[in-house]
């Protein structure tokens, strides 16, 4: 996403510096009756009685290595980040995707991303929530899709994908879509019987 929406994710962290979160998201609240999350963060740091899964000591490494040579980087973040070997498709478009971005925009990016704290507006989420887990994630941890899961202040699921890495979506489609379209097909149900599913649809789905 970095290639194409590295500006407007930009331009959002600038309205949410002006107007706050909690102003930016009681103005779209009302536009969703379900969320889906995929790997899903809000915080990376490991603070008191939380794990994200990084200390303030390896993000400033992950900084400093972008700064000192960013094509070196992505190279060696691409596989790890994806969970695979760099010659696998998933990990050279990762890295074609990275490479497309100017180093200091994506050095900004990662910084807004990997210092930020969202758990304070957890408690905002007033929809169901299923939230997608890999079973092995680098940057997202199961533990943190756990907490999300006890955090939100609505009705979630975690379903955990057996699939390995950070993009699921690029490594394991087969995985994913399917994980997907479930979802979607079951949302489209419930908005069109305003009923829940019954089970044996639940079980051709599943």
């Given at each position: 996403f970095l290639g194409k929406h590295g500006y407007l994710f930009l331009w959002i962290m600038k309205v949410r510096s002006k107007i706050g979160w909690d102003s930016l998201w009681y103005r779209h609240?009302?536009?969703?009756?379900?969320?889906?999350?995929?790997?899903?963060?809000?915080?990376?740091?490991?603070?008191?009685?939380?794990?994200?899964?990084?200390?303030?000591?390896?993000?400033?490494?992950?900084?400093?290595?972008?700064?000192?040579?960013?094509?070196?980087?992505?190279?060696?973040?691409a596989p790890l980040a994806v969970g695979d070997d760099m010659d696998s498709f998933a990990v050279q478009e990762f890295s074609r995707t990275l490479f497309n971005v100017r180093p200091d925009i994506a050095y900004t990016v990662a910084k807004v991303i990997f210092q930020s704290d969202f758990r304070g507006i957890l408690s905002y989420v007033t929809v169901p929530c299923h939230i997608l887990q890999s079973t092995k994630d680098l940057a997202v941890?199961?533990?943190?899709?756990?907490?999300?899961?006890?955090?939100?202040?609505?009705?979630?699921?975690?379903?955990?994908?057996?699939?390995?890495?950070?993009?699921?979506?690029?490594?394991?489609?087969?995985?994913?879509?399917p994980a997907l379209k479930r979802h979607l097909l079951i949302q489209l149900w419930r908005f069109r019987w305003r009923d829940e599913v019954p089970s044996v649809v639940l079980d051709l789905l599943s």
């Open positions: 609240i009302s536009c969703f009756k379900s969320n889906l999350y995929l790997l899903s963060f809000y915080r990376y740091l490991n603070d008191v009685d939380y794990f994200g899964g990084f200390e303030q000591e390896d993000l400033d490494q992950l900084f400093e290595a972008m700064q000192s040579n960013f094509k070196a980087w992505v190279s060696g973040f941890p199961v533990v943190v899709s756990d907490y999300l899961h006890q955090h939100l202040g609505s009705k979630s699921i975690v379903e955990i994908l057996q699939t390995e890495g950070h993009l699921p979506q690029l490594s394991s489609p087969n995985i994913v879509i």
